[in-house]
C-alpha cells in the first residue's frame, strides 16, 4: 500500500485543502486508517462504528487484543452516542478541559462495538484539540477510534516523519500537522468506580482535576484501600482498574535508557559505568535541561562525539520533546540515552512516568 503524506497546515486553508480533507474523511468513514495530529500525540484513525476497521487498528499496530482504544469526538452531542449513565462530573470536566487532553472512562453505549473497549463494559472517551483532528472528526461525522500511531511498544509519534517511521506501507493517509504541541498522551480519568482514579498520568494533573470535580482525584497507588475492597484477612486487594494498556512495555528506544537524577547525585558515575570499553563501543545521546547542558559542558563531561538535545522550560518542555529524542537517538545508533529527571508534580508526573516506563526496558544490561 502506498502511504501518502498530506501536510495540512492551516494557514492558507483553500479549495485544494478542503477537498483533501472531504477525500481523507470520506475514506475514514468508510473504514480505511488515517493518521493524524493532536495536542499531544498523533494518533492512528478509525471508524468507531465499523468492527472491521476498529480490527484493522489491532493487526497494523502489533497491539495486543485486550487493550482498549479511545473513541474521539469533536461535539458534545456524540458524547451520549457512544457513553451512557454519564456522570455530571464527566460534563463539569467537559466544560473545563474540552477540548483538551483529557481522557474519561464511561459506561459504554451497547452500540459502540465492545472490539474498540476489548470487550469491557465502559468506554474511553476525549474530545482533542487540535483543529485537523477536530476537522477531520467533523467532517466524517463518526467517532474515531485512536490510539497513538506507533508500532505497539515503540515511542509514541510526535511528529508527522515518526508516525511514516513506523506506518509506511501499512497506511494510505498521513496527514502532517507538524509537532504536537504537549508530546505525551491525554491523562486517562476513570470515572467509573467509587473513586476518580488516573489511570495514565498526563499534562492535566490530579489537583486540576480535583478541583473541577470537588472531590480527591488518585493515582492508582496514592487511593487509600476502602473496607469493601479489603479480602477477609483484611488484606487490601488490589483491584483498582488500570488502563489495561499501561502493563505493557512501552516508550521504548533500542538504547538503554539512563536517568539522571534531579539532585545530580551520582551523575558521574552513571556517565563513567558506561564508559568501559563494550561492544559496539558506547554512543551517547543526552536529553537534559539547557542548565544541565552547559554545566556537563563545563565539567568537559560531554564528548565531542556525544549527541545532545537539551530543552528548556521544565517538566512541560522536556515532555514536549521526549518521544523525538528518542527516535531521533535511535537513528543516530545511540547506545545510551541519559535523560535529565524532572520533579513528580504537575506536568512532571506524565514525563516521570514516560520516562521511567523507557528505563525499565532491560534489553541491554549495564557493563
Ligand atoms: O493522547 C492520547 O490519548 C492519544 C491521542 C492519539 O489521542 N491516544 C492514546 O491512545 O494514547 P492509546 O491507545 O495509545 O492509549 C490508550 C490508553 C491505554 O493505556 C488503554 O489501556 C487505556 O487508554 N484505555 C482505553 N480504553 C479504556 C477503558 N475502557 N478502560 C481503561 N483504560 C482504557
Ligand atoms: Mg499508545
Redesign the pocket.
Known amino acids: 500500500m502506498k502511504t501518502e503524506v498530506l501536510q495540512f497546515d492551516l494557514q492558507g486553508w483553500d479549495a485544494r485543502r478542503q477537498h483533501q480533507l472531504e477525500r481523507v474523511a470520506g475514506a475514514l468513514k468508510e473504514g480505511q486508517l488515517v493518521a493524524f495530529p493532536?495536542e499531544?500525540?498523533?494518533?492512528?484513525g478509525a471508524n468507531a462504528n465499523l468492527d472491521a476497521s476498529v480490527q484493522s487498528i489491532y493487526t497494523v499496530k502489533g497491539?495486543p487484543q485486550d487493550?482498549?482504544?479511545?473513541v474521539?469526538l469533536s461535539d458534545l452531542d456524540q458524547l451520549e452516542t457512544v457513553a451512557m449513565d454519564i456522570p455530571t462530573l464527566a460534563y463539569d470536566l467537559y466544560e473545563h478541559f474540552a477540548p483538551g487532553?483529557l481522557?474519561l472512562?464511561l459506561k459504554?453505549r451497547p452500540e459502540i462495538p465492545s472490539r474498540v473497549?476489548?470487550g469491557?463494559e465502559?468506554?474511553?472517551v476525549?474530545f482533542?484539540a487540535h483543529p485537523i483532528a477536530r476537522l477531520l472528526i467533523q467532517e466524517a461525522h463518526i467517532p474515531v477510534v485512536?490510539?497513538?500511531?506507533n508500532l505497539s511498544g515503540k515511542p509514541?509519534p510526535t511528529r508527522a516523519w515518526h508516525v511514516l517511521e513506523d506506518m509506511n506501507g501499512r497506511i494510505p493517509f498521513i496527514l502532517d500537522g507538524g509537532p504536537c504541541k504537549i508530546g505525551?498522551?491525554?491523562t486517562?480519568l476513570?470515572t467509573t468506580g467509587e473513586d476518580l482514579v488516573v489511570?495514565?498520568p498526563?499534562a492535566l494533573s490530579p489537583d486540576q482535576l480535583s478541583k473541577v470535580c470537588q472531590k480527591p482525584v488518585y493515582l492508582p497507588d496514592s487511593r487509600p484501600k476502602t473496607c469493601s475492597e479489603k479480602n477477609e484477612s483484611g488484606d487490601a486487594r488490589i483491584e483498582v482498574?488500570?488502563?489495561?494498556?499501561?502493563k505493557y512495555r512501552h516508550y521504548a528506544p533500542q538504547a538503554r535508557v539512563i536517568i539522571l537524577p534531579t539532585n545530580r547525585e551520582g551523575w558521574n558515575e552513571l556517565i563513567e559505568s558506561t564508559e568501559a570499553g563494550g561492544e559496539p563501543p558506547a554512543k551517547r545521546g543526552y536529553y537534559i535541561s539547557q542548565e544541565a547542558g552547559v554545566s556537563l559542558t563545563s565539567e568537559g563531561r560531554i564528548r565531542e562525539e556525544d549527541q545532545v538535545i537539551a530543552y528548556c522550560d521544565g517538566a512541560v518542555g522536556a515532555s514536549e520533546g521526549l518521544f523525538d529524542a528518542f527516535r531521533q537517538f535511535d537513528d543516530q545508533g545511540i547506545t545510551f540515552i541519559f535523560v535529565e529527571a524532572q520533579p513528580e508534580t504537575g506536568a512532571g508526573l506524565a514525563f516521570m512516568n514516560r520516562l521511567t516506563k523507557a528505563a525499565a526496558n532491560e534489553k541491554k544490561p549495564l557493563a
Open positions: 493532536t499531544t500525540v498523533y494518533g492512528l497491539r487493550n482498549p482504544l479511545i474521539h487532553p481522557t472512562i459504554r473497549s476489548a469491557l465502559t468506554v474511553a476525549r482533542p485512536a490510539p497513538s500511531a509514541s505525551v498522551e491525554s486517562v476513570d489511570l495514565r498526563g482498574p488500570r488502563a489495561p494498556g499501561m
